[in-house]
């Protein structure tokens, strides 16, 4: 398994154009997330990374939604880097994350800011490359060596759950999506019938998941100790009664 830190600093793409398929890939997540959304509430909602700032969640009541991002020429909201946030702990009521690990050289700080900030109960959504998937194979291929992809982290999903389960996350549920190797642009149908098996069948090889999570947290509540007071032994009656027992002995 590789490790999660990586050595170098990875350049993020600016938009869903940079991605083979980019706009297709990024209509499948938001139709994904149309009626997931409608469960977030709250205040304040964080678009993290540049894919994430260009999701369209309309059905979403959260209002306030902030698009965090490190690119100085394309961000639009508030510029800063996610491993590194400059926002209050406990303030974020929900998180979109749509391939910022794939992107990230330390993807674990990027979650450990995310659990930092997030509010108790808050949720999570993140999206992710599959690297058991045909995309993940054809990433190590020399095909079309410009394209962003090889580039790619390709975290399994079971994986990001794990890290996401010891922060402390409830995995709500997750999704399979997409049968595509992407490399060769050959065009998206998700209600084709190869698509449909696959979801159905082979959801562990799918080219992306998404995965939704909680914060939970478990309040520290003292447990008191029951006190039992000890009946008091009082022998009084019995040694009054002993002398005057023996008082009598000594008169007889």
Wanted: charged letters at 20%; proline letters at 6%.
């Amino acid at each position: 398994m590789k490790p999660a830190l990586f050595p170098n600093t990875l350049t993020p793409p600016a938009s869903w154009q940079d991605l083979p398929l980019g706009n297709q890939v990024k209509e499948l997540i938001e139709n994904e997330l149309s009626e997931v959304s409608r469960k977030f509430f709250g205040y304040h909602l964080i678009r993290l990374g540049n894919l994430s700032s260009q999701i369209q969640l309309v059905n979403c009541p959260i209002k306030h939604q902030v698009n965090v991002t490190s690119d100085q020429q394309t961000h639009t909201g508030l510029l800063a880097k996610s491993t590194a946030l400059p926002i209050a702990e406990k303030s974020v009521d929900t998180f979109l994350l749509t391939h910022e690990l794939d992107f990230s050289d330390d993807p674990h700080q990027v979650l450990r800011e995310v659990d930092r900030t997030i509010m108790p109960n808050g949720y999570l959504v993140l999206s992710g490359f599959n690297p058991f998937s045909l995309c993940g194979l054809f990433k190590y291929l020399p095909i079309n060596k410009g394209n962003v992809l090889h580039d790619a982290r390709f975290f399994s999903c079971g994986r990001v759950k794990d890290w996401l389960q010891l922060l402390g996350f409830e995995i709500i549920e997750s999704k399979h999506l997409l049968f595509n190797e992407l490399f060769l642009r050959r065009p998206i149908h998700t209600s084709s019938k190869w698509n449909t098996w696959g979801s159905e069948h082979l959801g562990m090889l799918s080219t992306l998941y998404v995965i939704v999570a909680r914060k939970r947290e478990i309040p520290l509540s003292l447990i008191k100790p029951k006190w039992q007071t000890k009946p008091k032994f009082s022998a009084v009656n019995a040694n009054a009664n002993a002398r005057t027992g023996i008082s009598h002995k000594n008169i007889l």
